[in-house]
């Protein structure tokens, strides 16, 4: 039997190679013979480097020491591959890098991202595509854009602080953006404009620690900055309301800004991976993700892979830390079953703690119910 596995990351407790990995090696306990093809899939959000540095062997990666959200010495990654390169914005800015007390995007800044982009093109990358996603960050960029030569400025002139809450004193950009014409990619599946009730700061401010009064706050500072960014003269008209500005906490406004594009991070991803010859082949589909709830239905990962499943007629089955979405609304979007850590372990901090170890016993389980 030919299995496909393909989950996004179970975010919090097991990156999406782990993931496909430890699901396979249940499976094959139990099945040695049957074929397991890992395609582990990303959005643009923490994992997409790894993702891709499995599906592109030939490509080179290597660290870079950067900062995170709050100034503090990290490692991220760029994968060079020809003259595109792929950097992860989450190595710098991500969520996961601050503790929950720590939380503040009135403060937490995407300067750490600035680094890794140079590298790229320090070692000739022509393309620098950015996967944008789980970020710690609300300061449209504004970080990025000081870290490449164009610090945000006051009205007279001196260099803003770091954070979103600054942005609503910005008059200016201090210099040049410093990108050597190369191009740059957002890749995202976010598709939210920069302002308003469905914007950045609303939308994605209070899961980073944004109270009611900071998403007013943020929102009022963004709206600044957009000012800003417009003056540039690579920056499109109407920048702030066009489709993923709002993305990573308004890093797709500066992405934009600055001449680039936003493509699907999943699009992406699965064409580099070739998931939609593999799916081709496929006697089942596996694919997972932390938890598989209304969202899901909305276009994420799972939602993607269940969707050109169902297309072709093949079997989908979806691993989930939890699951809260209903089995009829799995079952619109091409879900044959759905199955729980937490509902396996019986407990959510087991399920948190152990997620390696679950998802080889619902591979042997699994293996034992569709393979004959």
Not at 13 to 31: C, D, N, R, Y
Not at 62 to 71: E, Q, R, S, W
Not at 221 to 248: C, D, H, I, K, M
Not at 302 to 316: E, F, I, Q, S, T
Request: a negative charge; one cysteine or more; aromatic letters at 4%.
């Amino acid at each position: 039997m030919r299995v496909l596995v393909c989950p996004d990351k179970f975010a919090g407790t097991i990156p999406a190679v782990a993931a496909a990995e430890a699901f396979a090696a249940g499976w094959l306990a139990e099945k040695p013979a049957d074929e397991l093809v890992l395609r582990p899939l990303s959005d643009g959000g923490p994992g997409f480097v790894e993702v891709l540095a499995a599906a592109l062997p030939g490509a080179e990666r290597f660290a870079v020491p950067t900062t995170g959200p709050l100034g503090r010495p990290v490692e991220g990654h760029v994968l060079l591959d020809g003259r595109t390169a792929y950097v992860e914005s989450a190595e710098a800015c991500g969520l996961h890098l601050l503790a929950e007390a720590e939380r503040d995007p009135k403060h937490t800044t995407t300067f750490g991202l600035g680094p890794l982009v140079l590298a790229a093109l320090e070692a000739g990358a022509r393309e620098v595509v950015i996967g944008l996603g789980g970020s710690a960050t609300n300061d449209g960029g504004a970080g990025l854009l000081a870290a490449l030569g164009a610090a945000p400025l006051s009205e007279g002139g001196y260099a803003l602080p770091y954070g979103g809450a600054a942005l609503s004193g910005c008059a200016a950009l201090g210099g040049e953006p410093r990108l050597r014409e190369a191009a740059l990619v957002a890749a995202t599946d976010v598709d939210s404009p920069l302002l308003g009730i469905h914007g950045a700061s609303a939308v994605f401010g209070p899961q980073k620690g944004a109270t009611r009064e900071d998403v007013f706050l943020l929102d009022g500072a963004l709206s600044r900055f957009a000012e800003v960014l417009q003056t540039l003269p690579t920056a499109p008209a109407n920048l702030a309301a066009l489709p993923g500005a709002g993305a990573a906490g308004g890093l797709g406004a500066a992405i934009l800004a600055l001449g680039g594009r936003v493509e699907s991070g999943i699009g992406l991803v699965r064409r580099l991976t070739r998931l939609d010859d593999e799916l081709d082949r496929a006697a089942l589909v596996v694919t997972g993700e932390g938890s598989f709830d209304e969202q899901s239905l909305r276009g994420k990962v799972v939602a993607g892979v269940a969707n050109a499943a169902r297309d072709l007629g093949v079997p989908c089955v979806v691993l989930a830390g939890r699951v809260d979405a209903g089995r009829r609304e799995a079952a619109s979007i091409g879900v044959t079953e759905a199955h729980s850590l937490v509902e396996h372990f019986g407990s959510v901090a087991t399920a948190m703690a152990r997620p390696a170890d679950g998802l080889r016993e619902l591979g042997q389980r699994l293996a034992r119910q569709w393979s004959r």
